[in-house]
């Protein structure tokens, strides 16, 4: 068993003011199924860069091995995948590439298939398969699940479980990193927090652990209101007895004014007991709710279509030239929120863009109530450049208003600066639903809203959809966010 030691570990990119890591130490077993989760922009991609050595910082890095970060590049992807795959792999490795292939579900035939040929899916599972050919790097594994399918991240969770080896994950999907990890990592607003167990274990205790921090915030607001009005009795008490020290005699008799002092200052004394526990309880109330993830509530005002029908397929299949997709039928009415389920591959995108209104080749039929407005979340966010208030405007939507939902889905002030091609990839993403989030429409289409996009922030989506009850078609592989939201699913397999 070997070990990675972070030592003091700072990092900021150039030209930006706010440091990634401060001071960052930690020491991690490379045995561990290790799961590390975090805020988009906590700095999840920049450790594994770190460790790879894409990044230098300052501090120490003690590793005993080389770490290997996925997924990597692929250059002219038109070769042959086999040669793609055994790169960077030891010599004679073949036959274990065939095997951890088959593991992950693909034959031996994707081999001599160009790379560029495959499927995302494909793809992706291929280059998992390669990544554990080299027995003695560390695998550090970004977000493998956005192009894989439902059934794909079953096949992916199942192969990482299995493993006798260690890895280091990053993932926003409950059920895949319940699948897999056997410690959580959790990059946090002060610091981190390293735990045995999978997300749920982590998540359930956190949970606990802050309701536990509410109820005892709650109760040292109400003893700091107590003190405080302690204090200013007893401020109040000890002036009107030091007055009393120069003022009139009572019948004709002298103040005590050693009496008088000697009361004054235990008044003072009581009063400055009272003020050091109220400060002990300020002290103790700022360490509380520090790391509470702040999930502000989402707002969404969808537009109501008094009609009976909003979409309706009959034997609906997508038919491009050596392709033609599973016949589908189904009736989206009013309030529905409807998920497309299906493969890699199978046509769910096409069958959004039908319902955009977009021209795709298809046989069967299809139904679009008339008036319709409609907004859209595309699978891609990667066509995101420049002034994020330009395109705002672009889109025609309330500024003020889509600032304040970035705000919400955790989006710091500074970023409202930069140019878009500098966000992560879950940035850019929650761009495009915020901008979604502030349009009414009666038909909300999201395709794969949820790739990259951190876990907080998915439950609050999930939250907002719950209480608004918006008209939603939409494609989405994070299994616990379609047992929450689809009222019906239609499987295009």
């Known amino acids: 068993m070997s070990q990675i030691t972070i030592q003091h570990l700072s990092f900021t990119y150039d030209g930006d003011h706010t440091p990634v890591f401060e001071d960052l130490n930690l020491q991690l077993d490379t045995c561990w199924k290790l799961g590390l989760t975090g805020r988009n922009g906590r700095g999840k991609t920049t450790l594994l860069r770190l460790l790879s050595g894409e990044l230098k910082g300052r501090g120490t890095l003690s590793l005993h091995q080389t770490c290997r970060l996925w997924p990597r590049p692929v250059q002219t992807p038109e070769r042959k995948t086999l040669e793609i795959l055994l790169e960077d792999a030891p010599p004679g490795e073949e036959w274990r590439l065939l095997r951890e292939l ?7 035939d994707v081999l001599e298939r160009p790379f560029a040929s495959l499927s995302g899916g494909e793809q992706t599972r291929a280059l998992l398969a390669a990544l554990f050919l080299d027995e003695d790097a560390y695998p550090m594994i970004d977000e493998p699940t956005n192009h894989l399918d439902g059934p794909g991240r079953a096949l992916a969770a199942d192969y990482l479980r299995n493993l006798d080896r ?5 993932s926003h999907d409950r059920a895949f990193l319940d699948g897999c990890t056997d410690h959580i ?8 927090e390293l735990v045995r167990g999978n997300f749920t274990s982590w998540f359930q205790n956190k949970e606990d652990r802050e309701r536990g921090e509410l109820v005892r915030n709650e109760k040292l607001k109400g003893e700091i209101r107590r003190l405080e009005q302690s204090a200013r009795r007893t401020s109040d008490w000890s002036d009107k007895v030091e007055k009393s020290k120069h003022g009139q005699r009572n019948s004709g008799l002298r103040p005590d004014r050693g009496f008088i002092g000697h009361k004054s200052a235990k008044m003072m004394k009581r009063s400055k007991t009272i003020e050091s526990r109220r400060q002990k309880a300020v002290q ?4 509380l709710l520090r790391d509470v993830e702040r999930a502000d509530s989402l707002k969404l005002t969808p537009l109501t279509y008094h009609g009976t029908r909003i979409l309706e397929c009959r034997e609906l299949a997508v038919s491009y030239p050596g392709m033609t997709g599973r016949p589908v039928s189904f009736t989206l009415r009013p309030g529905d929120r409807l998920c497309l389920d299906g493969s890699n591959g199978s046509g769910k995108t096409s069958l959004l863009r039908l319902a955009l209104g977009e021209d795709v080749p298809c046989t069967g039929s299809l139904f679009r109530a008339s008036g319709l407005m409609i907004s859209y979340v595309p699978q891609k966010s990667d066509h995101l450049q420049g002034s994020l208030t330009d395109w705002a405007q672009r889109q025609n939507v309330d500024l003020t208003r889509f600032l304040t939902v970035l705000r919400k889905l955790d989006f710091s002030r500074v970023l409202f600066q930069r140019d878009m091609e500098s966000y ?5 993403k929650k761009v495009l639903i915020a901008a979604s989030l502030c349009q009414s429409a009666h038909l909300y289409i999201w395709d794969e809203p949820l790739n990259y996009i951190d876990l907080f922030s998915r439950m609050q989506i999930e939250e907002l959809l719950l209480q608004y009850r918006p008209t939603l078609l939409f494609v989405e592989h994070d299994r616990a966010f379609r047992e929450k ?3 019906q699913t239609v499987c295009q397999n």
């Open 424 to 428: 992560s990839a879950g940035q850019r």
């Open 284 to 287: 103790e109330k700022s360490e």
């Open 485 to 487: 939201i689809a009222t």
């Open 185 to 192: 990592l959790a990059l946090n607003q002060t610091g981190t």
């Open 166 to 170: 260690g890895f280091l994950l990053v």
């Open 102 to 108: 088959g593991r992950l579900g693909l034959g031996e």
